[in-house]
């Protein structure tokens, strides 16, 4: 099956870039996909990242795709309080989605 | 503004009940997912159904737990008898089967079993 990994925590200070990482393991996945989840809710899709491209970005969000190492990444450019959340990357196997662990995202003012 | 949604929100019982958790997926979405979350194990998949036909449950314990959709409007879980240990968030998300495939959650039911 596959396996995606993620870093567990991840604490930094308002106004800094935060990135977080992951690697997964199936390199036929056409797009990755990074999904937040905010405390008590469910999980959302954030933004993605089509498998032929290095990098997107959105707004205050990077994301870097490494094929060749199997490993994507994002970066949040300024980050606030509000950014405080469970961040997921996932990739897609089949009919369903591989989600990573989740790395908790603190930001502290 | 299309949302999955979940009954109850939160559920609390005593070891031995039976616990049902509905979910209504988005409609025209083909594919529908149950997730459990815990802090110590993380988001598990328990199961998953597309067009209807359950696909795989292996990640759930089949002894007690069971997972069914009548209809396209309604997918529920069951869990009995309950334990202690299904203490945790049960999340139902829908999407439609794609290359690019996006998964809706929903808000999830909260399950405390004493």
């Known amino acids: 099956g596959e396996d995606v990994e993620q870093s567990l925590f991840l604490s930094v200070r308002e106004g800094d870039s935060s990135v977080i990482n992951c690697t997964y393991t199936d390199s036929s996945s056409t797009y990755l996909y990074w999904y937040k989840q905010e405390p008590g809710a469910g999980l959302q899709l954030l933004t993605y990242i089509f498998s032929n491209m290095d990098m997107k970005q959105d707004q205050r969000l990077t994301v870097l795709l490494n094929k060749k190492d199997k490993h994507l990444s994002l970066r949040i450019a300024d980050t606030q309080t509000g950014d405080s959340a469970i961040y997921f990357c996932?990739?897609?196997?089949?009919?369903?989605?591989?989600f990573g662990t989740g790395t908790r995202l603190l930001v502290s003012p | 503004d299309a949302r999955v949604t979940q009954t109850p929100r939160h559920k609390v019982t005593e070891m031995g009940q039976e616990v049902t958790m509905r979910c209504q997926p988005i409609l025209g979405h083909n594919t529908v997912f149950w997730y459990r979350q815990t802090m110590m194990q993380g988001l598990e998949l328990l199961a998953y159904?597309?067009?209807?036909?359950?696909?795989?449950d292996s990640g759930m314990p089949k002894d007690r737990f069971s997972a069914e959709m009548p209809d396209a409007t309604l997918a529920t879980l069951k869990i009995q008898p309950s334990e202690p240990r299904d203490s945790a968030v049960y999340f139902c998300?829908?999407?439609?089967?794609?290359?690019?495939?996006?998964?809706?959650f929903g808000p999830g039911t909260r399950l405390t079993v004493t």
């Open positions: 996932a990739e897609k196997d089949f009919q369903k989605l591989v």
């Open positions: 159904f597309r067009n209807r036909a359950p696909l795989d």
């Open positions: 998300a829908s999407g439609l089967d794609g290359s690019f495939y996006e998964q809706y």
